[in-house]
């Protein structure tokens, strides 16, 4: 871990980031103020007052925000690349639930979560929204992880107590609620990075009364909610027939207040809502997590990104791992604009594939503001910051900083970030 504290210094260099949906600023040979772990603006000349910070020069370097991972499942980080000409609901049966239910020891649990931290420091994501298994100790142990390495993260002992197997079903409801509370108890005023996140795991696996069990815990610890809705057909049919009542996948979580709100919520993959939907979605400010490579790899479909970013709904990506196999959001960012052309193109030619800065809008501030002011570099926000060096990605003709940008989009990986620095720490270089 570096030396350099979140307090007073000066990054200079060829700094890009998003100040909105439609905007991208960039200022070739700029100065981004940290100051107490914030950022303090970009400028084309350093200002008097902060001429007396330590200035570190990375001239010719691309400074970017850190970006930002709305929903990553960390037990399966060990199986990334296994089971991806399985659909959905027979993955989950033949990969995913074997390989949660080996967290019931820790061990393991310590081993392979270790892997995956390791992985996550190394990378460009500086914020994560995470999935643990239904064990506390094993929760516990990641969230003692992740606070380790610096990264900002919400995470989640796992909820399901139906139609998963049985070595993986909570006994009840109650027993459910009842460890959750001990996760949440264990977890208090233990971390300054990493913080709780109720986490249903989706509908199906959760029954009436879990689901009851959980609003009563969202309202007494105030809790965010992560969960899954209409990632595929099959799935959103079974909702349909364990919620008769319900007009609308969305509906089955918004019944409980778990679905935005007073308290904050992200849903993955989204990708089959309807109007209806959507707009119960937008109405709840509640954020979608685009996970187009996942989509993809289990067959679950084109979310419909255009019709969500025009309806004004919170919207970041998510590497989901391990139905997508990357777990940098660079990658998600060229997925996400790769899957809406072939939803332009082959599904819905009235809606306009997503733009390259669009894209890193989503993987950064869109997906940032989940966890309040982060995501970019204007004035007052959490100082999350990659320094990159393209020079090996470089043309044989000028490029501008924009342009750099969409090469190391596409073609960047971990090699290429310099620094990482998160609230102001460098936890990277």
Not at 177 to 185: C, I
């Amino acid at each position: 871990m570096s030396t350099i504290k979140p307090d007073n210094f000066v990054l200079f260099g060829d700094i890009c980031y998003s100040e909105s949906l439609k905007t991208l600023r960039c200022v070739e040979g700029g100065f981004l103020v940290c100051e107490n772990g914030r950022s303090a603006g970009v400028y084309g000349s350093l200002p008097e007052e902060y001429a007396s910070f330590p200035q570190i020069n990375h001239a010719g370097k691309l400074i970017l925000p850190g970006l930002v991972d709305l929903h990553m499942h960390a037990p399966q980080f060990a199986f990334r690349g296994l089971g991806m000409d399985f659909e959905l609901l027979d993955w989950l049966e033949s990969y995913a639930f074997p390989e949660e239910a080996k967290y019931s020891d820790t061990d393991y649990a310590r081993a392979a979560y270790t892997s995956l931290v390791r992985h996550m420091i190394n990378g460009p994501n500086t914020r994560f929204c995470l999935y643990a298994t239904v064990h506390v100790p094993a929760a516990l142990l990641l969230m003692d992880l992740l606070e380790e390495s610096g990264l900002v993260c919400m995470a989640g002992k796992v909820n399901m107590d139906r139609n998963c197997p049985d070595y993986l079903r909570e006994k009840s409801a109650p027993r459910s609620a009842e460890d959750t509370r001990l996760w949440l108890e264990r977890s208090a005023g233990r971390y300054k990075n990493v913080s709780p996140i109720l986490t249903p795991r989706f509908v199906p696996a959760c029954s009436d009364g879990l689901m009851k069990e959980l609003a009563l815990l969202q309202k007494e610890f105030r809790l965010p909610v992560q969960s899954h809705l209409s990632e595929s057909l099959a799935e959103i049919e079974w909702v349909k027939q364990l919620c008769p009542s319900c007009r609308s996948y969305a509906e089955a979580y918004e019944q409980y207040g778990l679905f935005g709100g007073e308290h904050p919520s992200v849903m993955a993959h989204c990708v089959w809502a309807g109007d209806d939907e959507i707009e119960l979605i937008y109405r709840n400010n509640t954020y979608v997590a685009h996970c187009p490579q996942s989509n993809m790899n289990l067959s679950s479909g084109i979310a419909p990104m255009r019709r969500f970013l025009n309806r004004g709904v919170k919207a970041g990506l998510g590497s989901d791992i391990a139905g997508g196999c990357h777990s940098s959001i660079f990658r998600a960012m060229s997925d996400a604009i790769q899957a809406s052309k072939l939803r332009f193109r082959y599904v819905k030619p009235h809606e306009a594939p997503l733009t390259v800065n669009e894209a890193f809008y989503l993987g950064t501030l869109g997906g940032g503001s989940f966890f309040g002011k982060a995501g970019s570099f204007e004035t007052g926000y959490e100082f999350d910051a990659l320094v990159i060096d393209d020079s090996t990605i470089a043309a044989p003709f000028p490029l501008s900083a924009e342009e750099r940008l969409a090469r190391v989009i596409y073609l960047s990986d971990d090699r290429h970030i310099l620094q990482k620095f998160v609230r102001g720490r460098c936890v990277k270089e």
